[in-house]
């Protein structure tokens, strides 16, 4: 079965950190750019972070630029959020998946996972 599963959420202090992981079952994520998602509440899905396949180039959304970082681990058929410095508005959703298109764009057949909340509280 071809799936992605998140892992990792959970509640946090504002300033404090998360680390997201997705994981890839039933495919190899070696030739997917991969690209993680979020969802707050009342809110638009927008696209946070992406790790190309290639030559592991990486994007970030401003607004957690510097905060968040991207990585891949091939072997282990996953992919990284690391979430530090999470403020009230980084609650949300957050949802993995392979990104196909072309200016990191999901296309329809790409695969996503169910996501996993992130509550950003004090």
């Known amino acids: 079965q071809v799936q992605l599963v998140e892992s990792g959420g959970g509640l946090v202090q504002p300033g404090g950190s998360l680390r997201l992981s997705c994981l890839a079952s039933?495919?190899?994520?070696?030739?997917?750019?991969i690209g993680w998602f979020r969802q707050g509440p009342g809110k638009e899905r927008e696209g946070v972070s992406y790790?190309?396949?290639?030559?592991?180039?990486?994007y970030y959304a401003d607004s957690v630029k510097g905060r968040f970082t991207i990585s891949r681990d091939n072997s282990k058929n996953t992919v990284y959020l690391q979430m530090n410095s999470l403020k009230f508005e980084d609650t949300a959703v957050y949802y993995c998946?392979?990104?196909?298109?072309?200016?990191?764009?999901?296309?329809?057949?790409?695969?996503w996972g169910q996501g996993t909340q992130v509550t950003v509280s004090s």
């Open positions: 998946a392979t990104v196909s298109g072309s200016n990191w764009s999901p296309m329809p057949y790409d695969y």
């Open positions: 039933g495919f190899s994520l070696d030739n997917y750019a």
């Open positions: 790790i190309s396949s290639s030559d592991l180039s990486t």
